[in-house]
């Protein structure tokens, strides 16, 4: 049974990956493709979330009262935002191998784990992934959302488009700056190419304080897109702005 699993995983991850049929984060033997069953579960946590920041809130409010108070105050520019979790264990163990120790194996298993959580009633023409200024993305060697996006896209049959939206000027991190700096600080960061698309999902790894999404979705939104929902892995639990 696992060694039917380990083949299959191998099959679709490539030879090159040496998978031994155990679980990424906990090491037990998995049944699930590098994650086990309660691993994932650990990722999935809460389903029923705020539709304009992806707070968890109680599954019994009806479809119509699916914002938050916060977002029903001050509505967020995009649709909705769906994200798999919150990035509290064991995401923050995930992300960074993804992100920063180059283990890119890992983009189809979370992308794996974004499909099956993704509502997809209404779909995207296209997902758009964040994209990284060019010099970061030459020290990285990838951009994660780039990866992720095509992955997500051989699951969905959602093309991509990796042009659509172009980093020109590099920024300082966001996470020191306040919420009025961090907006200044991305201004004139991006462009949009000429398109004619009029639903876009833009697709990050990790949502943090919703300012860069905020500005690629008015952005997109100037450009004559009608609708952008956004896609991330997870959240932090800190407020969007
Ligand atoms: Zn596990
Ligand atoms: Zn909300």
């Known amino acids: ?75 967020p520019p995009w649709q909705r935002l769906q994200v798999v979790g919150d990035y509290q264990a064991p995401w923050p163990v995930l992300v960074p191998r993804f992100k920063y120790a180059r283990q890119t194996m890992l983009a189809p298993v979370l992308a794996r784990l974004l499909a099956d959580h993704l ?19 030459l020290r990285r060697g990838f951009n994660q959302s780039q990866l992720l996006a095509v992955e997500l896209s051989a699951l969905t049959g959602i093309p991509v488009d990796g042009r659509l939206l172009r980093r020109i000027r590099h920024t300082p991190q966001q996470a020191s700056l306040t919420a009025g700096a961090r907006r200044r600080n991305l201004k004139g960061a991006f462009e949009v190419a000429a398109h004619r698309y009029r639903h876009v999902a833009l697709l990050d790894d990790v949502v943090t304080t919703g300012a860069t999404a905020g500005q690629l979705t008015r952005l997109l939104l100037k450009s004559g897109v009608e609708r952008v929902d956004v896609w991330a892995l997870c959240r932090t639990q800190r407020h969007l702005s």
């Open 1 to 75: 049974m696992v060694k039917g699993w380990i083949d299959k995983a191998k099959g679709w991850l490539g030879s090159s990956v040496d998978w031994t049929g155990h679980c990424l984060l906990c090491n037990l033997p998995s049944h699930w493709p590098l994650l086990c069953d309660d691993c994932r579960l650990a990722l999935q946590q809460s389903q029923s979330r705020c539709q304009g920041c992806a707070a968890p809130l109680p599954p019994w409010l009806p479809d119509e009262q699916r914002l938050c108070g916060r977002c029903q105050r001050r509505p």
């Open 119 to 137: 509502d997809l009633a209404a779909p995207p023409e296209v997902i758009v992934p964040v994209p990284l200024h060019w010099w970061r993305r």
